[in-house]
């Protein structure tokens, strides 16, 4: 049999079900339920041809080609969501809308002796009820690191999280590394319906904390943005800023953006089409002239220095200079120091748990 459920029937219960996108893989990709599985009634390619159909032929021509497809894939689909009944989760069924699609994989879970669930109103009735409530799941407070590019905030952010800390990556969100130099490695930053769906998905499992700990982001990152919700909560943050020495951020910068790149054939072309945007707004030919010069040299360590110095640094302290002025400050020359000099903080502030106390170890 089949049941129909809404987002918060199910969200009352998510962790008794495992979600599944009947959707086509480029419809999966561009947005969906985070931790889904995707099991495609078609294809891209007959999605595209169906919907060819309807529009140049009609309805029932293309309702017949979508048999035709479907027929021989129903065994393979009835047995992924056999197996996940016989693991004990419930498969929850979801198309675009609620509609033809997931209506059509519960009819055939029925009729093989499945009991499955089918949610109402499909990925739109998600995304819809998450935005609506991520507001909602924020905590009244904040924990923000601030710093330029080079100091470790993401990495300190990773090692509190590992300590059980309530951390939120926003750049692992927006797949974006939160820089001009932030997709060079080749990853593709999330589009925004999947940066909101991996937000909600986090807030959910911190939901109860007092307090919240993230980097000092932009309002947008990559190709999302922030909503206006999270960025308030810069107003009565706790804010720490985060130093290291010019050495240590280069070293840090090239370790990270460059020695996993750089025999890759198209990373110097990435870094001179990133470099033509950087120059148009440092409004300096000589400056120009002698970036692209250490570029054709492979000197990525002195591409560094002058983009720290003329471009990144200046930046930053003239977005962030009030916060600057207004945090505790810890120093991230070594990591593991910085995050025990971030957990004192959160100590002396009453918002460290028993479990966080002990010290990290470099």
């Known amino acids: 049999m089949s049941q129909d459920i809404t987002v918060e029937e199910w969200l009352s219960e998510k962790d008794k079900y495992v979600t599944m996108d009947v959707r086509s893989p480029l419809e999966f990709y561009e947005s969906s339920i985070p931790h889904s599985i995707n099991i495609p009634l078609f294809s891209n390619e007959e999605r595209a041809e169906i919907g060819t159909l309807y529009k140049q032929v009609d309805a029932n021509a293309a309702k017949w080609r979508a048999m035709e497809i479907v027929s021989p894939k129903i065994p393979s689909i009835m047995k992924t969501i056999k197996d996940i009944q016989d693991s004990g989760k419930r498969p929850l069924i979801y198309c675009w809308r609620g509609g033809m699609r997931s209506g059509s994989v519960a009819q055939f879970a029925t009729f093989s002796g499945l009991h499955v669930y089918r949610l109402k109103g499909g990925y739109r009735a998600f995304r819809k009820k998450s935005l609506e409530i991520v507001p909602d799941l924020l905590p009244k407070k904040a924990v923000i690191l601030h710093g330029m590019t080079g100091t470790g905030k993401t990495k300190i952010l990773h090692l509190l999280k590992g300590k059980g800390l309530p951390v939120l990556?926003?750049?692992?969100?927006?797949?974006?590394?939160?820089?001009?130099?932030?997709?060079?490695?080749?990853?593709?930053?999330?589009?925004?319906?999947?940066?909101?769906?991996?937000?909600?998905?986090?807030?959910?499992?911190?939901?109860?904390?007092?307090?919240?700990?993230?980097?000092?982001?932009?309002?947008?990152?990559?190709?999302?943005?922030?909503?206006?919700?999270?960025?308030?909560?810069?107003?009565?943050?706790?804010?720490?800023?985060?130093?290291?020495?010019?050495?240590?951020?280069?070293?840090?910068?090239?370790?990270?953006?460059?020695?996993?790149?750089?025999?890759?054939?198209?990373?110097?072309?990435?870094?001179?089409?990133?470099?033509?945007?950087?120059?148009?707004?440092?409004?300096?030919?000589?400056?120009?002239?002698?970036?692209?010069?250490?570029?054709?040299?492979?000197?990525?360590?002195?591409?560094?220095?002058?983009?720290?110095?003329?471009?990144?640094?200046?930046?930053?302290?003239?977005?962030e200079a009030t916060y600057v002025n207004l945090s505790e400050k810890v120093n991230s020359d070594d990591i593991a120091v910085a995050t025990n000099q971030v957990l004192n903080i959160l100590e002396q502030y009453h918002l460290l748990g028993i479990s966080a106390m002990k010290p990290i170890e470099g």
């Open 169 to 319: 990556d926003l750049e692992g969100m927006a797949n974006h590394k939160g820089s001009l130099f932030g997709a060079i490695d080749g990853r593709k930053p999330h589009n925004q319906k999947t940066f909101d769906g991996l937000l909600f998905e986090e807030l959910l499992s911190l939901k109860g904390s007092p307090y919240v700990i993230m980097e000092g982001e932009s309002k947008r990152i990559g190709h999302s943005v922030q909503p206006d919700s999270l960025l308030a909560l810069r107003d009565n943050a706790l804010h720490i800023y985060v130093t290291a020495t010019k050495e240590a951020r280069m070293e840090r910068i090239y370790e990270e953006y460059v020695m996993p790149n750089e025999r890759n054939p198209h990373f110097k072309e990435s870094v001179r089409s990133a470099l033509q945007y950087v120059a148009k707004r440092v409004k300096s030919l000589e400056w120009t002239q002698r970036i692209f010069a250490a570029l054709e040299r492979n000197d990525y360590i002195n591409i560094i220095d002058m983009l720290m110095g003329d471009y990144y640094d200046p930046q930053y302290l003239h977005k």
